[in-house]
């Protein structure tokens, strides 16, 4: 049997090695999709999750990867480990649930947890869809990535100064564009999709100039007349543009902090339960209206 001389040998375990060590990332971890790559497998694990919510709240699935992926250091972070806060979301003054003190811009900054993963993909789409400076972004649509990344970094979601392209240089990397091609809302034709929003702990839309309760539905693939019991609608009552139309159940009561109303000028009951994301029923038994004792202008109603 022949062998190598030893100082081949010495270089080709050389090269091998110098080969091997390229190929791994500054964190030490392989080129994207390689076996062990935490990035990949975390894109494998929530990928579905970011689809739904994409299909949903009409954030593209590429941006909500991206971000966590960026934010949680793929799943490894503390936040994400020790609170499963995967989007660096703080408390900041409306915040009720579990908290977590971190070192970020300054020392001991508050920080949300969540008991699961899920819990923390859907306060970051509500977080984005209820706040107003990223309000314009849902005008952008869910398959442009780029002015997403920009109007995230546009509206202070982080102050890296270099957010967007770290964003976007995820985004073509694993290629996560590929899943903004999976949303399957039943919209009409240039159509865009509803921003859902929450009253009184209720997801609610609103309901736009020329829509219908019959568009509301077939968006979000519901049964036309569950819709109309979600909103204590009959068949022949038309709401009028700007009202919230809920997709759940609303609620027998107002929140604490909202335990009375004045009537005002053009308010009806019906008006006053979407308001506040109350049951129609509710509110009139707990104020006694009646048909002879109807909601008048300067009439205090009591909510809860």
């Keep these: ?19 091997d060590s390229c190929s791994l990332t500054r964190r030490g971890v392989q080129s994207p999709g390689g076996i062990g790559d935490p990035y990949s497998e975390y894109i494998s694990k929530y990928s579905d999750l970011a689809v ?14 991206a971000q966590g992926l960026l934010e ?13 806060n995967h989007f660096g979301i703080k408390c900041h ?10 070192d970020d811009d300054r020392r001991n900054e508050c920080f949300r947890c969540y008991n699961n993963a899920a819990d923390s993909f859907e306060d970051h789409s509500l977080f984005l869809v209820n706040g107003l400076r990223y309000r314009n972004l849902f005008s952008l649509g869910s398959k442009d990535y780029k002015g997403w990344a920009r109007g995230l970094k546009a509206a202070g979601y982080a102050t890296n100064p270099n957010y967007a392209d770290k964003l976007i240089d995820l985004i073509e990397r694993y290629g996560l564009d590929r899943y903004d091609e999976r949303n399957k809302l039943k919209l009409a034709k240039g159509a865009v999709p509803h921003r859902q929003f929450e009253v009184n ?15 509301i539905a077939k968006e979000f693939s519901m049964s036309l007349s569950l819709l109309r019991r979600f909103n204590d609608v009959n068949r022949g009552f038309v ?26 000028s053009g308010d009806s009951l019906w008006s006053i ?23 008048t202008v300067g009439m205090t109603l009591i909510l809860r």
Excluded at 4 to 19: D, N
Excluded at 93 to 102: E, F, R
């Design 72 to 84: 949680s250091d793929a799943g490894r972070s503390s936040l994400a480990t020790k609170c499963n």
């Design 52 to 65: 739904r919510h994409m299909q949903k709240y009409g954030i593209p699935a590429s941006i909500t990867l």
């Design 239 to 264: 709401p009028p543009a700007n009202s919230f139309i809920y997709l759940e159940r609303k609620k027998s009561r107002a929140p604490r902090e909202q335990s009375t109303y004045m009537v005002k």
């Design 201 to 215: 702990g209720v997801k609610c839309v609103q309901l736009g100039e020329g829509e219908t309760l019959r568009d």
């Design 1 to 19: 049997m022949r062998y190598l001389p030893f100082r081949i040998l010495l270089l080709s375990v050389t090269i091998l090695l110098a080969f």
């Design 273 to 295: 339960s979407q308001k506040f994301g109350i049951k129609m029923d509710n509110l009139a038994g707990r104020n006694r209206i009646t048909s002879s004792n109807p909601v």
């Design 93 to 102: 003054n409306d915040w009720l649930g579990k908290t977590m003190l971190y």
